[in-house]
């Protein structure tokens, strides 16, 4: 099994900026892909940015050039660094972590940017 626990959301002013932080305790469980992904009100659940563990990235292209994307691998742990906030960033954040076999989903965190 694999338990993901998020931290960092908030709220903050356009412009500003957060970092979330996602870590993973996986017991006798190999993590590959590590991602973000976010749902904004009464839309569906999107891809944010991704990593392998070998270090490849994918970023939605609404947030390429403002997010950026890191992970330690050694601690299980992925993060999300968000600049120049936009109101429309506002959502959900969810972390993601897959396996070769399963894929996990924390609890989400709240991002709020106020314009």
């Known amino acids: 099994q694999v338990q993901l626990v998020e931290s960092g959301g908030g709220l903050v002013q356009a412009g500003g900026s957060l970092r979330l932080s996602c870590a993973a305790s996986?017991?006798?469980?190999?993590?590959?892909?590590m991602g973000w992904y976010r749902r904004a009100p009464g839309k569906q659940r999107e891809l944010v940015a991704t990593?392998?563990?070998?270090?490849?990235?994918n970023y939605a292209d609404s947030v390429k050039g403002r997010f950026t994307i890191s992970r330690d691998n050694a601690k299980n742990t992925v993060y999300l660094q968000m600049n120049s906030l936009k109101a429309e960033d506002t959502a959900v954040y969810y972390c993601?972590?897959?396996?070769?076999?399963?894929?996990?989903w924390g609890q989400g965190t709240q991002v709020t940017v106020s314009s």
């Open positions: 990593m392998t563990n070998g270090g490849n990235t």
């Open positions: 996986a017991d006798d469980v190999s993590i590959n892909t």
């Open positions: 993601n972590a897959q396996s070769r076999i399963f894929s996990f």
